[in-house]
């Protein structure tokens, strides 16, 4: 499904990812792990497209279609979703009336018919019942005064209601309680399908306990420098990244 | 030294029967004071930004001709009154039939009430900082005189459309007073639409004198088109806990400039002054506002928006004048601006005047533009970029918009404003 080949970007001309390689196939699940700074984000940034990030060299394809070429309106339509690390606050767009212009966007993109605001309403309703999101979040401004927690379910909510052919979640564990991370969870396998695939960056394995991922990648320093199966990640939590040859924060992004 | 333009005198000596003798005569006082009125520079201080976008030549000197098609008039909920061109249109209006409410036409009123009226027209007014309602006074056709005696409530807003229409150039002089009793309650809102495309003036002057306790919502749209220039004034004056709420939506024209005036004469007023401002291609638009605090413990709350595109040119001046026993005001104005294009240019003034020690006098103003990560997370979900620029865009006014206290008029602000910035962001 993803192919991602020597991927190398910068921002400001600081180079951040230094050659990444990485495949998906439709139906996997596979968690990045890796400490601070190492260039996680910014993988899931380019991935969806966002401008800052310069990407210098390297191949990036979806299905097979080059995917680097596309805006990231686009890469949306074909079917990427990232969960932002650090969900953005849009006051004065109502989150109801964004999530419907998403999701009309998308329809209108398949040729379906949209959705008029009864029919959304309800569906918006239901979904976020299953994120376990007070409906009155859908009245208030998009991801606007909410909390970490919150903020993060209104995203699991955004991928429910778009279900993307590949879902990137930056971080969605983190800040949440032992409930929320259940509901989180439990929203995130709901995607989970033969013809979908899921690419998690997590720093906790308590999380992979709910998802279990088919694979594990650790990195660092902008590459990928280890690759596993999910004990990787109970060998990461017992040892740390030390045991690796990454001391620290510093020398990982250098 | 060259000699500095003054008003043309084509401007001043229009023939006019259908008012009572105390308001002929009030037009030729008004007149008189016209003569050699210096036409405004950008070295006149109040105009500074604006002069450049005046252009009025004689042929629209000429009143424009009261009859004319209504066939622009919005659908609205509530009672109803259509001018065009600054006279009434009996026929298309629908006015309230409530004890306590007279709202009259300028001609169909007696001497005496007549007399009464020219006193007070002009009075909500400072001379000196609207020059142009005494053009107004000198050139008013028709009016209309809306009063509420004591304690009275008009039980549905009020509509008044100005359609400024013609098909050779001229100018339009409407004028409304509303003489608000004490205690008495009541919503108008003014549409200013246009039709025709000949080079039109419409000059507006519209007052409000609260009496004590008058509770008073004035919401206007200024929706005219790129054929019209428009400067408008608005009078407020307020006795002792009176409430006067505006919302002002105005999208930009070749010229457009509005006078909002209020004045605190009585303790406990309070004023609450909304408003929008769009602009794009090579559009204008001036908001000068003037609070005076002229007695103590009044409250006024201030809050504009301008946003700008491609080449086009906001002004927002924000005067506050706290007069000497104005203690404990507390006057709060705010003025956010979002520029969408380098070409478009804001400018925004506050200007404060206080004049007493014990007040809370709180003023700010920022300059910004569409914030990337917002575009860059709307678009992530698939939205189209046009779109989310108009999602973002709204969003910038939307907390104005939804304050309209009309469904109705907050439904028209709301599509127009999609409908404009829908246009804004086509080339996106
Ligand atoms: N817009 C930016 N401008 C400058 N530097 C940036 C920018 N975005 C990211 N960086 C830098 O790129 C490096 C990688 O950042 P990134 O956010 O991808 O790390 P991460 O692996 O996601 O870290 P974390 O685990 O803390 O989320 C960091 O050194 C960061 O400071
Ligand atoms: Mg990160």
Redesign the pocket.
């Known amino acids: 499904m993803l192919s991602i080949k020597n991927l190398h970007a910068s921002?400001?001309d600081?180079e951040?990812l230094k050659g990444i390689n990485l495949e998906i196939k439709a139906g996997e699940v596979h968690a990045i792990m890796?400490p601070?700074?190492?260039?996680?984000?910014?993988l899931s940034q380019v991935l969806a497209g966002n401008e800052?990030f310069e990407v210098t060299s390297g191949e990036v394809t979806l299905n097979g279609e080059n995917l680097l070429d596309l805006e990231t309106e686009e890469r949306a339509r074909e079917g990427i979703f990232l969960a932002f690390?650090y969900p953005v606050e849009i006051p004065g767009v109502s989150n109801l009336q964004f999530l419907r212009t998403a999701v009309n966007a998308m329809r209108q993109h398949r040729g379906e018919e949209e959705m008029n605001a009864a029919e959304f309403m309800k569906l918006a309703r239901e979904v976020s019942k299953q994120v376990d999101l007070d409906p009155s979040f859908l009245k208030r401004g998009v991801n606007e005064g909410f909390s970490g927690g919150e903020k993060k379910r209104n995203e699991i909510l955004q991928a429910l209601l778009l279900q993307p052919k590949l879902a990137i979640l930056d971080?969605t564990d983190s800040g949440l309680d032992i409930d929320a991370l259940k509901v989180v969870s439990d929203g995130v396998n709901a995607l989970r399908s033969e013809d979908r695939a899921i690419l998690m960056v997590t720093?906790y394995q308590r999380l992979l306990n709910h998802i279990v991922p088919d694979y594990v990648h650790v990195l660092a320093g902008g590459r990928i420098i280890k690759s596993g199966g999910r004990e990787l990640a109970l060998e990461l939590e017992e040892k740390g990244y030390g045991w690796l040859g990454i001391k620290d924060e510093e020398e990982a992004?250098n | 030294m060259k000699q500095a333009p003054t008003l043309s005198s084509a401007f001043l000596h229009p023939a006019c029967d259908q008012l009572p003798e105390p308001l002929l005569a009030l037009r030729k006082q008004r007149a008189s004071t016209l003569v050699d009125m210096p036409m405004p520079t950008r070295k006149t201080e109040n105009w500074k930004y604006s002069a450049k976008y005046l252009k009025l030549d004689d042929e629209m000197a000429i009143s424009l001709p009261n009859e004319g098609k209504t066939g622009n008039s919005l659908a609205v909920p509530g009672y109803k009154v259509v001018f065009i061109n600054g006279v009434m249109v009996p026929e298309a209006s629908e006015f309230p039939d409530m004890d306590g409410i007279a709202i009259k036409r300028f001609g169909d009123l007696s001497i005496d009430e007549a007399s009464a009226l020219s006193l007070q027209l002009g009075s909500t007014l400072d001379p000196k900082r609207t020059q142009f309602a005494h053009l107004n006074g000198a050139r008013f056709e028709d009016g209309l005189l809306i009063s509420l005696k004591p304690g009275a409530v008009l039980d549905q807003p009020l509509f008044i459309i100005h359609e400024t229409w013609g098909d050779a150039p001229g100018s339009a002089y409407p004028r409304i007073f509303v003489d608000a009793g004490a205690n008495s309650q009541m919503t108008l809102v003014e549409e200013y639409i246009s039709s025709g495309d000949a080079s039109l003036l419409a000059n507006t002057v519209t007052e409000f004198d609260l009496a004590h306790g008058a509770n008073i919502t004035s919401i206007r749209l200024n929706m005219e088109g790129e054929n019209v220039q428009h400067i408008g004034a608005t009078g407020v004056v307020q006795q002792r806990s009176s409430r006067f709420e505006s919302h002002c939506v105005g999208f930009g024209g070749p010229l457009r400039r509005h006078d909002l005036q209020v004045r605190l004469e009585g303790e406990g007023g309070e004023c609450k002054l909304n408003g929008v401002v769009v602009t794009q291609g090579k559009q204008h638009y001036d908001n000068h506002t003037c609070i005076d605090h002229v007695a103590a413990h009044c409250n006024s709350e201030e809050t504009y928006r301008n946003i700008a595109a491609d080449k086009s040119h906001a002004v927002f001046n924000g005067r506050i004048h706290i007069h000497p026993d104005a203690q404990k005001s507390n006057a709060d104005m705010n003025n956010k601006n979002l520029l969408l294009n380098s070409g478009a240019e804001i400018d925004t003034k506050p200007e404060l005047e206080i004049y007493a020690d014990d007040v809370k006098c709180a003023h700010g103003a920022t300059i910004g533009q569409l914030d990337e990560i917002s575009l860059f997370y709307l678009v992530s979900r698939g939205i189209g970029r046009r779109q989310a620029n108009v999602l973002l865009t709204m969003a910038f006014i939307n907390e104005l918009v939804e304050q309209i206290p009309v469904e109705a008029v907050r439904e028209t602000a709301q599509m127009r404003l999609n409908e404009f910035f829908e246009q804004t962001f086509q080339e996106a």
């Open positions: 921002v400001e600081k951040i890796g601070n700074g190492s260039g996680k984000s910014t800052a690390q971080e720093h992004s």
